[in-house]
T-cell receptor, first 114, second 114 residues
Framework: KAGVTQTPRYLIKTRGQQVTLSCSPI?????VSWYQQTPGQGLQFLFE???????NKGNFPGRFSGRQFSNSRSEMNVSTLELGDSALYLC?????????????FGPGTRLTVL | AQSVTQLDSHVSVSEGTPVLLRCNYS??????LFWYVQHPNKGLQLLLK??????LVKGINGFEAEFKKSETSFHLTKPSAHMSDAAEYFC????????????FGQGTELSVKP
């Protein structure tokens, strides 16, 4: 079974631009979550989508948004990029996102904002 | 609200000696607890999880963890360290009604000396 895939793996953008990251979950998984990893803040939850609906949201500004398609693939978008948005963005999928469900992570997208 | 504290930011051991990575959690609900490992420039890999079954949980690569409710701890151990164990380790908590949201500790970097 293929794992979680994320594209692109690396991105370089400049301040003020916008970016879209993509995540394809494991087949059969309907919950997709996104996390931001930085050296200073560690791993922080961005949002979760389940059956095309945002079910949970972390404490990030509205510049961060996402969506999920009917095949469970998910995208996240960051508008008006700031230097502080440079980070590793990780996507994770699980069957339902329940308390006992295991989340499987993709390799991440490394975003650098210049 | 849930939270997790990893008591050591860095642990250094010699190859062949035991490993102990400490984690305390806080949760209003009966939590699920996980340990993930991240090798440099890689995504997160699940080592083991506790979901209210047996309190001693065995994971991959010889790791295990014990859930102690009275101490609100979930420490990760391994009898004998290998060089390949050098990585960053994250203790993670998930509670009820949180969907796919994981709360991460700040991470413990494990170094293994030859």
């Amino acid at each position: 079974k293929a794992g979680v895939t994320q594209t692109p793996r690396y991105l370089i953008k400049t301040r003020g631009q916008q970016v879209t990251l993509s995540c394809s979950p494991i087949s059969g998984h309907r919950s997709v979550s996104w996390y931001q990893q930085t050296p200073g803040q560690g791993l922080q939850f961005l949002f979760e989508y389940f059956s095309e609906t945002q079910r949970n949201k972390g404490n990030f500004p509205g510049r961060f948004s996402g969506r999920q398609f009917s095949n469970s693939r998910s995208e996240m978008n960051v508008s008006t990029l700031e230097l502080g948005d440079s980070a590793l963005y990780l996507c994770a999928s699980s069957f339902t996102g329940s308390r006992v469900d295991t989340q499987y992570f993709g390799p991440g997208t490394r975003l650098t904002v210049l | 609200a849930q939270s997790v504290t990893q008591l050591d930011s860095h642990v250094s051991v010699s190859e062949g000696t035991p490993v102990l990575l400490r984690c305390n959690y806080s949760s209003s609900y009966s939590p699920s607890l996980f340990w993930y490992v991240q090798h440099p420039n890689k995504g997160l890999q699940l080592l083991l999880k506790y979901t209210s079954a047996a309190t001693l949980v065995k994971g991959i690569n010889g790791f295990e963890a014990e859930f102690k409710k009275s101490e609100t701890s979930f420490h990760l151990t391994k009898p004998s360290a290998h060089m390949s164990d050098a990585a960053e380790y994250f203790c993670v908590v998930k509670g009820d009604n949180q969907g796919g949201k994981l709360i991460f500790g700040q991470g413990t970097e494990l170094s293994v000396k030859p």
